[in-house]
């Protein structure tokens, strides 16, 4: 591929067996960028025009998106595309040794409200089989990251050796290289779960959310702010950039049980992303990176952020019943 082409500068920073596919990824991702800045100029990007495999609604911009991403492939050495958006694994090229998953558009639900969107993707080696190159561990991941479309376009990345950051410069449409390595801060007062749901949360996640509620006050003597976005790309990047803790855990409603996000599409590249960043990313009770999904569309809780916060969260889970009993006896703000 000639300099001309390439699409992250600097060049070299990028495996050679990635080089295609990655430069693939951000030529779609600066398009789809240019289309989203246009809002409602580009026509109706928020509209519904249909529903998935697990019956989410797509926005018009989900189904382009993931078409996009698709079609920019042939060459480039993926032999399987999985996307969020598609009941069964595509085949790209037979020869290709790599398997690309894909959630094409997240947080779609913020299209029309001009909040941070973006695009999550994952690249394992190709199995022979279809899905079974996806059905497997975490840590086969070889790359993880993920673009986000908001006030400026990046596109936040690991290959296995730490995380880096390019911003995409509207003057070239090149993706430039900002600063070094990623590491999530150690310290923040931060946490991003969706609190209307605290009813249907199990006694763990509630007696963890009361502690941080109960402020300087409570057992975690300081005060703590909540953030919930509703876009999990916009909710890493700030956790990636100021620390603090996402929860997205399972519940007690229907469909809710095993949790919502996707392995395969959000949970596994994300949790890559905060490892590789020196954060933790768990299901509330085991590393993330470590589980195994039985089905392309399998879904997983998801906690991950500063170690010491996601740690508090396990050990939450790993106290017997009767003693999460009586922590949340004593400490629940919202009990009667």
Known sequence: MTQENNLIAPAGLVPAQLEAPM???CRVASELALTIARGPLGGALGAEVGSNTDGDNQKALDVMADEAFAAALPGTGVRWYASEERDTVEPIDPDGQLALAIDPL??????????????????????DGAEESFLRSGREQIAAGYFVYGPMTALVVTFGDGVLTFVRDPKDGLF??????L???????????NASNYRHWSKPVRAYIDDC??????????????????SLVAETHRILSRGGIFLYPSDGRPGYEHGRLRMVYECAP??????????RA???????????????????????????KVDRVTAYHDLPEQEVSALFGTRGLFRA
């Open 23 to 25: 430069q693939a990824l």
């Open 106 to 127: 997240d947080g779609s639900s913020n299209i029309d409200v001009n909040v941070s969107i973006g695009t999550i993707f994952s690249i394992r080696p190709a199995q």
């Open 176 to 181: 430039h290289q900002s600063g070094g390595k």
């Open 183 to 193: 590491t999530i801060p150690e310290q923040s007062s931060e946490f991003a779960i």
């Open 213 to 230: 509620l109960q402020g300087d006050e409570g057992p975690r003597a300081k005060n703590f702010n909540m953030r919930w976005v509703a």
């Open 270 to 279: 994300i949790a890559m992303l905060v490892e590789q960043a020196g954060g």
């Open 282 to 308: 768990t299901t509330g009770r085991d590393p993330l990176l470590d589980q195994s999904p039985d089905q392309l569309h399998a879904r997983a809780p998801l906690v991950f952020g500063t170690p010491d």
